[in-house]
């Protein structure tokens, strides 16, 4: 499986082709592409490497995330799924978008809502579902097993976490679902997060001073 990541819109936003290169078959995580030229460059990677889209993936509603929803389901014409619990983030778009001062056709509504008891299915790959609220209420968190590879969305971020002073933020329960569905898996399991750079299971646990008892010094 290759992942190919592109940092997207005014809020720097990490969208993920997430493939396998024997099927071609895909997945396109977060597609926040605002400007054309960013379009072009995504779509420009799907066709040289002549990879089929299969799914759109929002690993929650904040603005950053869904703003290239309406492009990528006209673009791919496929499913888009997320957590139906961020639906009050889709319908309250047009007012995040004005809170940010940005300004975007408003986004297609998911076509299924998917939970814990769901599973992902594309190429040979499967991706398990992790419900991981804080940041939003329905953030999820998107993991192949297989590879040890985990597209984390706003939760866990390299020497941080998401930001909980938004929409029903809420750090207790960010902090609980990172500590109970994110650091259930192996050391080795690279994170890709919405922002900056990917890390790895075994770093955050180590370093990230929200995680490794610093915060709590001073909370
Ligand atoms: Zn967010």
């Known amino acids: 499986m290759k992942t190919k990541s592109f ?11 997430y493939w396998d290169e024997a099927s071609k078959e895909g997945v396109i995580i977060d597609p926040g592409a ?27 509603g904040h603005i950053d995330h869904i703003l290239g929803n309406d492009w990528a389901k006209k673009e791919f ?3 888009l799924l997320m957590h139906k619990d961020d639906m009050l983030l889709i319908d309250k778009s047009m007012d995040q978008a004005a809170m940010f001062g940005v300004n975007f056709p408003k986004p297609p509504e998911p ?15 499967t ?6 609220p804080g940041h939003s209420p329905g953030s999820v968190c998107f993991v192949d097993e297989n590879e040890k590879v985990i597209f984390g969305g706003d939760v866990l971020f390299r020497g ?17 679902s990172i500590r109970t569905k994110l650091f259930t898996f192996d050391n080795d399991f690279i994170v890709f997060p ?12 180590e370093n990230n001073p929200f995680l490794n008892g610093e915060y709590d010094k001073y909370a």
Not at 114 to 120: A, G, L, P, Q
Request: aromatic fraction near 8%; hydrophobic fraction near 35%; charged fraction near 30%.
């Open 127 to 132: 991706l398990k579902i992790l419900h991981t």
């Open 7 to 17: 940092t997207v819109n005014p809020f720097e936003m990490n969208c993920y082709i």
């Open 34 to 60: 605002f400007e054309d030229f960013e379009k072009d460059e995504i779509l420009g990677y799907i066709k040289q490497n002549g990879i089929s889209i299969k799914l759109i993936l929002n690993t929650h």
């Open 111 to 125: 076509d299924r809502f998917i939970d814990e008891s769901d599973e992902i299915k594309f190429a040979n790959t």
């Open 77 to 79: 014409n496929v499913p």
């Open 194 to 205: 919405g922002h900056m750079d990917e890390t790895t299971i075994g770093e955050e646990k």
């Open 160 to 176: 941080s976490i998401g930001r909980t002073d938004l929409w029903m933020g809420d750090m207790d329960l960010l902090l609980d």
